[in-house]
């Protein structure tokens, strides 16, 4: 069982950057694909990107793409989601998760999950 822990949330103006990172007990990215989701209050929720295991080619969500931005430090096994122009939509707590191999926007099918940071766009 791993241990996830995501940072780097707060709040900041529209258009505005910040960093998440994904790091935890027992991660490795040589075996774990690590997927990035948004959730806000009575709404579903979103898989907005991932990044398979082994130095996989992240994959966006139309929601985000061009917007934000998966990067990879192997040595320290820490999985980044730099979220640029961001707007007020963007708003939500942010999870990372982890699955074996191969990474996909679909929940359900990890099965390691941090606790979450919150992400507030406003002026």
């Known amino acids: 069982q791993l241990e996830l822990v995501e940072s780097g949330g707060g709040l900041v103006q529209p258009g505005g950057s910040l960093r998440l990172s994904c790091a935890g007990s027992?991660?490795?990215?040589?075996?774990?694909?690590i997927g990035w989701f948004r959730q806000v209050p009575g709404k579903e929720r979103e898989g907005i990107a991932y990044?398979?295991?082994?130095?996989?080619?992240?994959y966006y969500a139309d929601s985000v793409k061009g917007r934000f931005s998966i990067s990879v430090d192997n040595a320290k096994n820490i999985v980044y989601l730099q979220l640029n122009s961001l707007v007020s939509e963007d708003t939500a707590v942010y999870y990372c998760?982890?699955?074996?191999?191969?990474?996909?926007?679909?929940?359900?099918?990890?099965?390691?999950w941090g606790q979450g940071t919150q992400v507030t766009v406003s002026s």
């Open positions: 990044v398979s295991a082994k130095n996989g080619v992240p």
């Open positions: 998760a982890a699955r074996a191999w191969t990474g996909t926007l679909a929940d359900f099918l990890y099965h390691d």
């Open positions: 027992g991660l490795s990215l040589d075996y774990h694909a």
